[in-house]
């Protein structure tokens, strides 16, 4: 194991995913998606674009109350999801002109509103009419989430079949013929990407369009978005290009602006799609830290074999200290 | 503000690709100072307490946010009585095997016989429950299709490969009397793969981003053994004769003791990510197996070798406490899975560790 | 297998044998990975086609495989959309091959409670017998004593989502009926544009095109929510923004535009005139308009005539009303000295003035005439270059508009005066020689009872600040359907012939030469009307139109008022309109009162209904909301209805004519299944019968369909008729029969035909220009040879103003086209809108008519003056200038005008099932105390025929929903998620409650405002259903355009869900009780 380790390939910076894992030196390059969250327009054209392209099912039709998320998370389903969230502060520069002054509507928290905690019935004497409450921080995050095709897969590490498999371009594919549902792979993404379908059995997450790889064309959810908020590419240059987006936007003044999973040295060994955002990762249901599971393997055997060596022998000890039986008798 | 572009009479020059339109920034539109860098503005309202440095995280940030309450992870997928199942009789079955090979040295036949066949009983009913708990069963072969050292399911399978035949082998040739040489070896086979049985569902849960099994994931291995050890000898207590019950009455003892030390120092460990093994459905599974344990050594101790109802009923409660344990992991999992603020927390805690460490 | 292959397919052996030691790439891979291709890959062609969504004009890819569609994606080519496609245009795979698509005719007997199959061409029979004898039954030959030549038993709706080629030959074949009422979606979407650009320019259509706005300096997107209605057409504003530009967002609601904006504006919904009229008031007291540009290109020095009198002297109302009819007498608005004709609003409004003979029976709906070629003035209008004689049209303007103080703009619209400052700062800066402005809007502006003039507003704004007619600069009208264009322009409209040629109103003795004469202007190209106007009878009627009998003039049916769907739903309540065609359109969900529409259709005798699914126009009879309430049952109603399955987009060819006038086509990818038809086959097939059945009539009623030139090849195994020769007779044809390439070459002698002379060039050279495709990375932004654009492939139009008066650029950084001194010739980007070798200095003679009459420096080709009109003489029948009026209903007091609340010329029809609200400090205004507001999501269209019914969409917003603030959540009662129930004087609905702090509250007219937003695409029908926002709008218009008002309402919420059955009248009822509503309330003229 140690063996592996040194070669990085469980946790860590890997320069070289796919020659890794066997598809020899002239494969192509690694190529993923930068998904500049900062001019997405919420359309989820990319998430109607993947679901045209891979025939994935409907996935219910359920009015959350989470802003103009209908779709909830990703899932066996939804393999492009767009989050809505809407924020009293400012972006950036931007300005909402709501009539400012009048009164405080602290009380009133719309968030937890959203959050599904009802809004308490008013008494009918007190509910006197409220006033403009100086709404001039108002900004409305959208983002479209997707698998990050880990440097460091989990699913992939853990997946028994090899169902889950690394390709040429350094992405991550489940193959439907391959899967037998076994629902490993399921708790093991740090992300709560890959989800089983229950009707089918199989597990099923973005493929990185890998059909369309293989003829040069560019995925079908970034062909799609309106706005280029998903860009598709070859990872070093996607990771150069979002460098100097932070740079522009920070200059700008937009100080919350963060990349989010673009770095190599990140517990997964970097996403193969990473994201600008401009909020925490949690606030958009992201891990802030996440770490692929099986970094932590080698430690795992370990204590396990310390387990099964005392289960061994502290069992041993007990009928050492019984061996007298049949002289008992 | 960009100069740079315009339409002259050779047409438009300094064009900028619409993914570069700075959202939010600087504009003549605004009289207002930038918004605050990502550390200084959370979302919604805060309170502002924050765990003290290098204390034990007990509570969450009162900063936690989250995506609508939404959990981070998925959940297994898996059926708790599958899969819990599954553990629990694996543990039955790898320990037994030990215990097996035990009695057959120390010469208690009866108790050698009896563990054996509930070994083999034992693992085919864990094997059939794992089966039934894929979505593909027609598919369950593919488990060998590659040998993969990162994946403790596929590492799992190629044990239980080894494991089973050997295992069916000392209780088929035990039960027919024949070929004792063979019988042997694989009874001696089967108490050396045993505890692997045993021990690696725990790292198969481990493996995984589910916090309170992740994060437990030195101290589950034991647990799971010990639970094993419970369950085996719950297990001998029911079929073998109260006379040659002696080394059961021990296991159980290490069995428990093993299991509520590991559990114990998992749980302090843990510190707040621990708190689903204490709280709701986990908890009260995790409470009747310490009840039952409890009782079920109490009851070996002072009944097992004489008392042969009581014995078995001790043995009983054994089982059943190895069965909570088991059930009981399974859930907090699930619960630690299902809660957002165990996935972002502690990782927030980390982040905020590391930049403090970093500063 | 043998052995061997078996092994070595065995991962494991992979593992141990190759470079994946581990087992977690090249070894795990199965044979059928290995073998994956994509289906596009596969395809057996690739078929280009255009996004049958909106206006945008999507390029879209269709690959088929077997015959069958396997794929539709974005074609990368394209210079407006690049290859990408907002969810709807992703969603095209199962709008056209999805399970909601029907394939057969189904067949409703009168009284009958379900459907039943029907042969197809059985359908076809029987609906061509109904069609002649329902003419024959209702024919009028006269009214009131003159000739009308019509039928108004018939009546037909739908166009927007059809190809320029079915328009055309429903408006040929209905106009060759006598059926006057021919309506599309284009009256209840943008025809207050037409009426509002064309009366200020010249041209009904948005002034620029898409891609342009990347060179815009400010953009003020205003009664639009772009980044949702047109998210493709969005990336130009992003690309804008990348090269700095400001990007301000007017609404009431904070939406996905405004979160991608500098600067958001809350506006209260209905008050956009007090809010334009501020800036107007900004820019001319500070004298910050663009001056050069003002004093040559407007009419800002213009002297009006001294009987005018303002809003300001006669308290809200202009000089001329009739307090009694709720007209205006528009005289006393003309410039000193002259008769102005309008060519885009009211052309006949002066009718009598201008033929002195004849006698007009009525006037109506002519402000859309104008949709290419402005009103008309005759004589020498006279003009104070110094801009300070105080009847000039500028002095009038800050007259009139200095009321209009930033103070006067927070009551009115709630807006704060700094917010207001910020707006005013940011256009005034970025206009100018060097920099330009764009506004972008859409129905958020055209669905107001005073719509047109909101529009004007925007247009008298941006003629003061010079951005008409230069690169970033204009108006950009965004568009709704695919070919919402394209069907005001080849009109399915009652009141237009192709081209905007007006339907000629019923006179007394008038030959094609009064008329022509009553429609065109003296100077500019609405001057060669006549040429227009016979080479389209050319079209019609072929060998049948002769100089002798007037080129068939009086074939044509007369017009004697208004005959918009809304008047048809009256028409048909009233028992007159007896037999109805919707095809494409879903009144009984996307018409306002959508309960009228349903009641009037059950008064029909028959309905035929093209469609792709049940739509509720279709099943109103089983299971409409008045089938719940019990008001009907099925077996009372004696309607027969027929449903016809449509064919899509990929299974016809044509063309769709998008928000920026481009002519883009379509190519059949695969024949349609079962009875599903092209409307092109409908018609032509419909069309044949119905000439077969009566070529042997020798009734002179017969006549005009006798004389109907119908002769179209088909072609494949459904008889299809060949679209390019239909377009090829829009474009029309020479002496020769040759192919015309231009409007210019177009005569009034009948020796040539054209059947849209605004199209005319589209089939230049014998080809079909529209379906050009170079792509964009091939050509400039301007794209000239993507596609075809009307008028003559300009993008921009009024584009000479883009230089200044001496034909150099403004501007290096603002050049488009110029004058180029040596070649004597305009040059530049794109086609020059003027006389291409008219040079700047030139001074038309003082007898030279039409485009002679054009100085050096008119830019607006098609006005009758060439000017820019700031103030509108003519063409609008509800003021020369826009002024601030609240909505028909509205919880607000007019603070501007304390004693007009209302336009005192709105048409609002007060019926049993359509009554108004008392409004502003009436008793009964609190009973509805809240102002709504209806509009889209990215995630539907429309009313829903095309979204709800695809379940990728459906998913995306599964329920009816309303949109309210924190605070009148508390205030209602309203539960996050729960359930609310809104209430007007129509209806009562329910909707989900989305409790958000984008809706805010605003102070205005003194008091707390608090708006609530409706989505309108929901109905009873398809996958994701709710309660249509339509059950509680009212049949309120603009008079110039009749437009409904959907855009503000008043209503009261209350928590919880609306009752079922009869109980749902009654809350209705109990409402209006309390509200002390009768058939008066809201009707007055003056007050
Ligand atoms: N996704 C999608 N795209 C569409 C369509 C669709 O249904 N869905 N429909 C197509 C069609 S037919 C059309 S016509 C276009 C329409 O495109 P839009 O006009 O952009 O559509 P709406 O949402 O109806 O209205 C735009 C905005 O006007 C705001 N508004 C309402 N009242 C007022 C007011 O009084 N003043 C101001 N300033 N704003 C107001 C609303 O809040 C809304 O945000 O979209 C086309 N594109
Ligand atoms: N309250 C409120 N009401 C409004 C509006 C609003 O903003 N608020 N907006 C108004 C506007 S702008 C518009 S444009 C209207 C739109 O209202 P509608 O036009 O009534 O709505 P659609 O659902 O677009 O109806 C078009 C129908 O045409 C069908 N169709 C599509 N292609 C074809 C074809 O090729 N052939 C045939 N035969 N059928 C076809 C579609 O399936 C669909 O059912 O609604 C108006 N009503
Ligand atoms: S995000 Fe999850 S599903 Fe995607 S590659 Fe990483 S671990 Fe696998
Ligand atoms: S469910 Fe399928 S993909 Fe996931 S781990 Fe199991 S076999 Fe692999
Ligand atoms: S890359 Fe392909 S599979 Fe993945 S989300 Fe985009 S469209 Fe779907
Ligand atoms: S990522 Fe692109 S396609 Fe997806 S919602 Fe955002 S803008 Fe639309
Ligand atoms: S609906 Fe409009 S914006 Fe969307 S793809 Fe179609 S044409 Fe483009
Ligand atoms: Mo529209």
Redesign the pocket.
């Known amino acids: 194991m140690s063996s592996i380790i040194g070669r990085n390939l469980l946790a860590g910076a890997e320069a070289d995913p796919a020659g890794d894992a066997g598809h020899g030196a002239d494969h192509p390059e690694r190529v993923g998606f930068f998904t500049d969250t900062s001019v997405c327009i919420g359309c989820k054209a990319c998430e109607v674009a993947c679901k045209e392209w891979n025939a994935v099912p409907e996935d219910g039709l359920e009015l959350t109350g989470m802003s103009y998320d209908n779709t909830q998370g990703l899932g066996a389903d939804t393999w492009r999801h767009v989050a809505f969230i809407e924020q009293d502060k400012p972006l950036g520069h931007a300005v909402t002109g709501v009539d400012p002054g009048g009164v405080d509507h602290s009380g009133v928290d719309v968030f937890a509103l959203a959050a599904g905690t009802t809004a308490p019935a008013p008494p009918r004497e007190q509910a006197e009419v409220p006033t403009p409450d100086g709404r001039t921080e108002l900004r409305w995050l959208m983002a479209s989430d997707v698998c990050k095709h880990c440097t460091h897969a989990a699913c992939l590490d853990v997946c028994p079949t090899g169902a889950l498999f690394r390709t040429e371009f350094g992405t991550v594919v489940v193959q439907e013929d391959i899967c037998n549902g076994c629902g490993y792979c399921v708790p093991a993404c740090p992300y709560g990407v890959i989800d089983q379908r229950k009707e089918d059995g199989r597990v099923f997450k973005c493929t990185l369009c890998y059909d369309r790889l293989g003829e040069g064309m560019e995925p079908a959810c970034a062909k799609a978005c309106p706005t280029d908020s998903i860009q598709f590419g070859p990872l070093d240059e996607l990771r150069e290009r979002a460098a100097a987006r932070l740079g522009q936007l920070h200059d700008a003044g937009v100080a919350d602006a963060q990349l989010y999973g673009e770095s190599p040295q990140d517990g997964v060994g970097g996403d193969g799609a990473f994201f600008l955002l401009l909020d925490r990762p949690e606030v958009y249901g992201l891990p802030p830290d996440p770490v692929v599971t099986t970094r932590d393997l080698p430690s795992m055997w370990r204590h396990a074999g310390a387990a099964a060596a005392t289960l061994l022998g502290g069992l041993a000890a007990v009928f050492a200290l019984h061996r007298d039986y049949r002289k008992a008798r | 503000m960009m100069s740079g572009s315009g339409v002259d009479r050779d047409g438009v020059y300094g064009e900028r690709p619409g993914r570069e339109a700075v959202v939010g920034g600087e504009q003549s539109v605004s009289d207002r100072p930038p918004s605050g860098t990502p550390s200084e503005r959370g979302p919604g309202r805060r309170r502002g307490r924050r765990g003290r440095r290098g204390e034990r995280l007990m509570v969450p940030e009162a900063e936690f946010t989250s995506y609508y309450g939404r959990p981070v992870i998925n959940a297994p997928t898996w059926s708790a009585r599958d899969i819990a199942g599954y553990f629990f009789l694996g543990g039955l079955a790898g320990a037994g095997s030990v215990l097996a090979a035990g009695a057959e040295l120390t010469g208690r036949k009866a108790m050698a016989r009896a563990l054996k066949v509930s070994s083999l009983a034992a693992i085919s009913g864990s094997g059939a429950l794992l089966v039934h708990d894929l979505g593909r069963p027609a598919r369950f072969a593919n488990m060998l299709r590659v040998f993969r050292p990162t994946s403790p399911m596929n590492m799992g399978s190629w044990l239980l490969t080894a494991y089973a035949p050997t295992a069916g082998a000392a209780a088929v040739l035990e039960a027919a009397g024949r070929l004792p040489r063979i019988g042997r070896a694989a009874t001696g086979g089967a108490a050396l793969l045993g505890p692997a049985v045993a021990a690696y569902t725990a790292v198969l849960i481990g493996d995984t981003a589910v916090p309170a099994w992740h994060d437990g994931h030195r101290e589950l291995p034991f647990v799971f053994t010990g639970s094993a050890a419970v369950a085996a000898a719950g297990m001998a207590l029911i079929a073998s004769p109260v006379a040659e019950n002696g080394p059961a009455v021990g296991a159980a003892v290490f069995g428990t003791a093993l299991e509520s030390a590991a559990s114990r120092i998992m749980e302090r460990r843990l510190g707040f990510v621990g708190e689903p093994y204490q709280q709701g459905k986990s908890g009260r599974l995790k409470r009747a197996a310490q009840g039952l344990s409890a009782a079920g050594t109490a009851g070996a101790l002072l009944w097992g070798r004489r008392n042969r109802i009581a014995a078995a009923l001790s043995g009983a409660a054994l089982l059943a406490a190895s069965a909570c344990t088991r059930f009981g992991v399974f859930q907090a999992g699930v619960a630690s899975a299902e809660d957002p603020k165990y996935t972002v927390v502690p990782q927030r805690e980390r982040l905020r560790k590391q930049a403090a460490g970093d500063a | 297998m043998g052995v061997r292959t078996w092994i070595q397919d065995w991962p494991v052996y992979r593992q141990l044998t190759g470079d994946d030691p581990l087992g977690r790439g090249a070894a795990a891979m199965s044979a059928r990975t290995r073998a994956l291709r994509p289906r596009t890959g596969t395809a057996d062609r690739v078929v280009k086609s255009v996004c049958p969504?909106?206006?945008v004009g999507c390029a879209q890819n269709v690959y088929v495989k077997d015959e069958k569609v396997v794929q539709i994606e974005g074609d990368p080519d394209s210079p407006v959309s690049r290859g990408r496609l907002?969810p709807?245009g992703s969603a095209t795979l199962q709008l056209t091959t999805g399970s909601a698509r029907r394939h057969q005719v189904l067949y409703r007997r009168p009284h009958g409670t379900d459907w039943e199959p029907l042969d197809l061409e059985t359908a076809m029979d029987m609906v061509a017998d109904r069609v002649i004898r329902t003419r024959r039954e209702t024919w009028q030959a006269e009214q009131d004593g003159v000739r009308v030549n019509r039928t108004l038993g018939l009546a037909s709706l739908g166009g927007?989502t059809l190809d320029n080629e079915e328009n055309y030959l429903i408006k040929k074949l209905f106009t060759g009926l006598g059926v006057v009422q021919v309506e599309n979606?284009a009256r209840v979407?943008?025809s207050s544009t037409v009426a509002g650009l064309g009366t200020s320019f010249g041209r009904g259509g948005a002034t620029t095109f898409l891609q342009d706005l990347q060179n815009a300096d400010c953009i003020v997107i205003?009664?639009?929510?772009?980044a949702?209605?047109?998210?493709v057409g969005f990336q130009w504003v992003m690309e804008a923004k990348a090269r700095g530009a400001t990007v301000i967002h007017?609404?009431?609601?904070f939406?996905r535009t405004s979160a991608l904006a500098d600067l958001h504006v809350p506006?209260r919904?209905?008050?956009?005139i007090a809010f334009l009229g501020g800036i107007i008031h900004h820019v001319l007291e500070n004298e910050a308009d663009f001056r050069p540009y003002v004093l040559e290109y407007t009419n800002a020095a213009m002297i009006v005539g001294e009987d005018f009198r303002d809003t300001e002297d006669l308290d809200g109302v202009f000089s001329g009303l009739h307090e009694e009819t709720g007209h205006y007498d528009v005289t006393s608005w003309q410039y000193e000295g002259t008769q102005v004709q309008a060519p885009s609003g009211e052309s006949d409004k002066l009718y009598d003035e201008r033929t002195h003979s004849g006698h007009s029976v009525s006037t109506s709906g002519q402000s859309e005439s104008h949709g290419s070629g402005g009103a008309a003035v005759s004589g020498q209008p006279h003009r104070d270059p110094t801009l300070r004689d105080p009847r000039c049209v500028y002095q009038i303007l800050k007259r009139h508009y200095a009321r209009y103080t930033p103070e006067m703009v927070h009551e009115v619209c709630g807006i704060p005066p700094e917010t207001f400052e910020k707006v005013c700062r940011a256009l005034v800066d970025n206009s100018g020689p060097d920099r330009t402005s764009e506004f972008v809007y859409?129905?958020?502006?055209t669905q107001?009872t005073v719509g047109s003039q909101y529009i004007r507003a925007a247009c008298i704004l941006q003629l003061l600040l010079g951005n008409i007619g230069r690169p970033g600069g204009g108006i950009q009208a965004?568009?709704?359907?695919a070919s919402?264009q394209g069907s005001s322009d080849i009109p399915t409209l009652f009141n237009l012939l192709p081209g905007y040629l007006p339907m000629p109103h019923a006179h007394r003795h008038e030959d094609l030469d009064s008329f022509i004469e009553a429609s065109k202007t003296d100077k500019g190209f609405w001057g060669n009307m006549r040429a227009y106007m016979v080479s389209l009878m050319k079209a019609y009627y072929g060998d049948a139109a002769t100089a002798a009998n007037d080129f068939c003039f009086d074939h044509l049916p007369r017009l004697t008022g208004s005959h918009s769907t809304y008047e048809t739903v009256l028409a048909q309540l009233d028992g007159t309109c007896k037999g109805y065609f919707l095809m494409g359109e879903n009144p009984a969900v996307g018409s306002a009162n959508a309960r009228m529409q349903r009641l009037g259709m059950a008064e029909l005798e028959w309905l035929v209904v093209r469609d792709f699914s049940l739509i509720e126009s279709a099943t109103w009879w089983k299971d409409g909301p008045e089938i719940e309430t019990g008001e009907r049952r099925t077996e009372d109603i004696a309607t027969e209805v027929f449903f016809f399955p449509a064919a899509a987009h990929t299974e016809k060819s044509g063309s769709f004519t998008n928000t920026n006038r481009w002519i883009q086509w379509h190519h059949t990818a695969v024949e349609p299944a079962g009875d599903a038809r092209s409307d092109l086959w409908f018609m032509y097939h419909l069309g044949r019968r119905i000439k077969e059945r009566l070529a042997a009539s020798t009734d002179p009623v017969d006549r005009p369909v006798q004389d109907l030139a119908w002769d179209y090849p088909v072609h494949g195994p459904t008889a299809e008729p060949d679209a390019e020769a239909v377009l090829a007779e829009i474009n029309g044809y020479g002496p020769g029969g040759e192919p015309l390439s231009a409007y210019t070459e177009l005569r009034d002698d009948g020796s040539t035909s054209c059947g849209c002379w605004i199209y005319c060039g589209v089939y230049a050279d014998g080809v079909n220009q529209a379906a050009r495709r170079k792509p964009h990375t091939e050509q400039d932004w301007v794209a000239a040879e993507w596609a075809w654009a009307w008028p003559a492939n300009r993008r921009i139009l009024y584009n000479r103003a883009s230089a200044a008066p001496d034909g150099t650029p403004w501007s290096e950084r603002k050049a488009y086209v110029w004058w180029d001194e040596e070649a004597g010739k305009w040059t530049g980007h794109d086609v020059p809108d003027f006389v291409p070798d008219r040079p700047p200095t030139y001074e038309p003679p003082e007898d030279a008519t039409g485009p002679d009459a054009l100085s050096g420096v008119d830019p607006f080709i098609m006005q009758a003056d060439g000017k820019g009109w700031l103030f509108a003489p003519a063409g609008l029948v509800d003021g020369p200038l826009p002024t601030h009026y609240e909505p028909q209903d509205s919880p607000v007091r007019n603070p501007l005008h304390a004693d007009q609340q209302r336009s005192p010329v709105r048409q609002a029809f007060s019926r049993e099932h359509n009554r108004f609200h008392p409004s502003g400090d009436e008793p009964g205004s609190d009973v509805y105390p809240y102002v709504v507001?209806?509009?889209?999501?990215?995630?539907?269209?429309?009313a829903g025929g095309m979204t709800r019914w695809s379940p990728y969409l459906a998913e995306l917003q599964p329920e009816m929903f309303c949109e309210v603030s924190p605070e009148l959540a508390v205030q209602r009662g309203l539960e996050h998620a729960g359930w609310a129930t809104v209430i007007t004087a129509r209806g009562a609905i329910e909707a989900r409650v989305l409790v958000t702090r984008r809706m805010a509250p605003l102070t205005a007219g003194g008091r707390t405002v608090h708006q609530i937003?409706l989505p309108y695409?929901w109905g009873p029908n398809g996958y994701t259903t709710g309660d249509a926002a339509n059950e509680l709008s009212a049949i309120a218009l603009d008079p110039n355009v009749h437009i409904q008002e959907v855009?503000?309402l008043s209503a009261d919420i209350r928590p919880g869900r609306r009752p079922r059955g009869p109980e749902l009248l009654d809350l209705v009822e109990s409402y209006r009780q309390r509200a002390g509503i009768d058939e008066n309330t809201g009707t007055e003229v003056r007050g």
């Not at chain 3, 859409?442 to 502006?445: M, S």
């Not at chain 3, 507001?933 to 429309?942: I, P, S």
């Open positions: 969504y909106c206006a907002c709807k927007a979606q979407c943008h205003e009664g639009s929510n772009f949702e209605a047109h998210p007017v609404d009431p609601r939406t506006i919904a209905g008050s956009d859409a129905v958020g502006w107001h965004l568009r709704g359907h919402i507001t209806t509009y889209r999501l990215t995630e539907h269209f429309t937003g695409h855009k503000a």
